[in-house]
């Protein structure tokens, strides 16, 4: 009891030392997550969502492998669920306060992996439940068993007494061996079965029993998600104490107590004393039947409670992170009628909750219509892609149910497309433009077709993969198809060209970020402004980095003719 109170308290000392991590962003004390992700997915690898130094690591508290895939899933979610996103939010309201809960969650899943991890059974569990009930003896057999176990033992008193001769007890005893050799198949798997089973839950004990035993009462989101654990019939605690008990009656017969005796004779007599014994006392025939009930209600029932458990975990790692950062917020995320009535996008303070606090610089943003679209210049370095990838990771936090980095934000529910962070692939044979073109394809096609929801599309620097010339005709067009296409989103260029576009379509809005120099240095305040950029700094970067920004035109010196001599 002292050593397994030790290991909890410090665990929960190591848990408090990296939510201090979390908070700090000290990633090299924060644990990994699986460095996976999807090929051609819309926006995993432009907003940073998954791998290392990714929001997923930064988030995750999960330690089963289902959790971490379920919290990355709601993450990487394409088609975000109105229902779904609120009944994750109203869990995560609920359980942001519940710290202890949280933290012993993550105690006892701990201890379950570690368990499970020793055993070399990741994976037992979820064979196990793939495996065929087996027969269950049928009710008539253990009476007529018993039956004939009740006459082989009063013949063999009566024997005793003198009452009935010995031809008696031989007969009785034979009926009762023909009997009971064709049951011997349902006994054939009795031991190794009531010991794979009693072994698993046995793993499972300590975060299944910490579920089902704390009082969710008060908690009505907690409790649904709980509700498996509750079940009066057939709860963790009452079938691992029935699977206990069929497990340690089932060794009975097999070498823990009538074959100890006889080890000295070998396996095979021991075999036969346990057969001789069952002929008698149709033990393990009953163990059979009480193991294939266990099994049955198990079966139904794990399944919704390892469910469960993952769901805790992903949703304790959304309340965790809203815990540590009390300035952010659950977004507004109106449906149907209501949207209507409100901006496409509405943020206050919007941040990127992957950049520490002190470095952090933060925006308003307000789209107002559904088919509006945001072009966004600035000088480089401004702070354009940032910003872009601040309004997509904020969004996927609002989908996944979780709070987002600002002090507001009301939003409808979208399809975020991004081409942001494109690269070659000497694998697949395509160069960088080749790549931009197919994600810029992708997302025009996305727009084009009925969706479920509208699609949000972030590019960053339209085409810069190609020439001025060629670069400003196709984001020309490109910009046209998506405003007539009905897109929502924002686009950032260096072409201070395109901003006339406003001027042609009422949905391009134009915004900017800006530069200035003090004292010989580039200085930028990252903050986002109305209307086109006055400034550039290409030339300004380029010089102050030593290269030359001008050129001194080399005469080439003429060259007398040469008379032709004749010969």
Request: charged residues 20%; proline residues 6%.
């Amino acid at each position: 009891v002292l050593r397994r109170s030790s290991e909890r308290y410090t665990n929960l000392i190591r848990i408090k030392k990296t939510h201090i991590a979390r908070i700090n962003l000290d990633w090299e004390n924060i644990p990994p997550v699986e460095e996976e992700r999807e090929k051609d997915h819309p926006f995993e690898n432009d907003l940073q969502i998954s791998g290392l130094y990714s929001l997923h690591q930064l988030i995750n508290t999960c330690y089963s492998d289902q959790g971490r895939a379920r919290l990355r899933q709601w993450l990487l979610n394409r088609v975000p669920g109105p229902a779904a996103t609120r009944a994750r939010q109203a869990a995560v309201r609920e359980l942001t306060p519940l710290v202890s809960f949280r933290d012993k969650l993550q105690v006892y899943s701990q201890r379950t992996i570690l368990d499970v991890n020793k055993q070399n059974d990741q994976e037992a569990v979820l064979l196990w439940l793939d495996l065929p009930l087996g027969r269950k003896p049928p009710l008539f057999f253990l009476v007529i068993s018993s039956i004939f176990s009740v006459l082989v033992i009063s013949l063999f008193v009566l024997l005793l007494y003198s009452v009935v001769p010995l031809t008696y007890v031989l007969i009785a005893f034979g009926v009762s061996l023909l009997w009971t050799v064709p049951m011997m198949r349902y006994r054939s798997r009795l031991f190794l079965d009531s010991s794979l089973m009693a072994t698993i839950f046995k793993q499972q004990h300590s975060v299944f029993s910490f579920i089902e035993n704390y009082p969710t009462a008060n908690n009505p989101q907690l409790q649904k998600v709980c509700e498996p654990f509750q079940s009066a019939d057939a709860s963790p605690s009452k079938i691992m104490k029935r699977l206990s008990r069929i497990a340690q009656y089932a060794r009975l017969t097999q070498s823990q107590v009538i074959t100890q005796s006889m080890a000295a004779t070998g396996a095979g007599t021991s075999q036969g004393i346990a057969t001789i014994f069952n002929l008698i006392v149709p033990w393990d025939l009953f163990l059979s039947y009480f193991l294939a009930q266990c099994k049955e209600a198990a079966q139904k029932n794990l399944p919704a409670w390892l469910d469960s458990w993952y769901e805790l975990e992903a949703l304790s790692s959304l309340a965790t992170f809203a815990y540590l950062n009390p300035d952010y917020v659950l977004p507004e995320l109106p449906t149907g009628n209501e949207q209507g009535n409100t901006p496409a996008l509405s943020a206050t303070r919007l941040g990127h909750p992957l950049i520490p606090d002190e470095d952090r610089i933060v925006n308003n943003v307000t789209i107002e219509h559904p088919n509006d679209i945001m072009l966004i210049t600035g000088s480089n370095m401004a702070g354009k892609s940032t910003f872009l990838r601040t309004m997509g990771i904020n969004l996927c936090l609002a989908y996944a149910g979780g709070v987002v980095c600002a002090t507001s934000l009301q939003t409808g529910f979208y399809e975020i497309d991004c081409c942001i962070s494109v690269s070659d692939s000497l694998a697949d044979g395509y160069s960088y433009f080749y790549a931009e073109v197919r994600r810029l394809r992708f997302i025009l096609d996305r727009v084009r077709r009925k969706t479920p929801y509208p699609v949000f599309a972030l590019i960053d620097e339209i085409f810069k993969g190609t020439n001025n010339r060629e670069r400003l005709i196709g984001s020309h067009a490109y910009i046209y198809a998506l405003a007539q296409a009905a897109c929502l989103g924002a686009i950032s260029t260096h072409d201070l060209e395109l901003v006339t576009l406003s001027d042609e379509l009422p949905q391009i809005q134009n915004y900017h970020f800006r530069d200035d120099v003090v004292k010989g240095a580039m200085v930028f305040d990252y903050t986002l402004y109305h209307g086109p950029c006055p400034t550039t700094n290409a030339l300004k970067i380029m010089q102050k980095e030593g290269l030359p920004i001008t050129w001194k035109q080399i005469v080439k010196p003429e060259v007398a003719p040469v008379s032709k001599v004749d010969s």
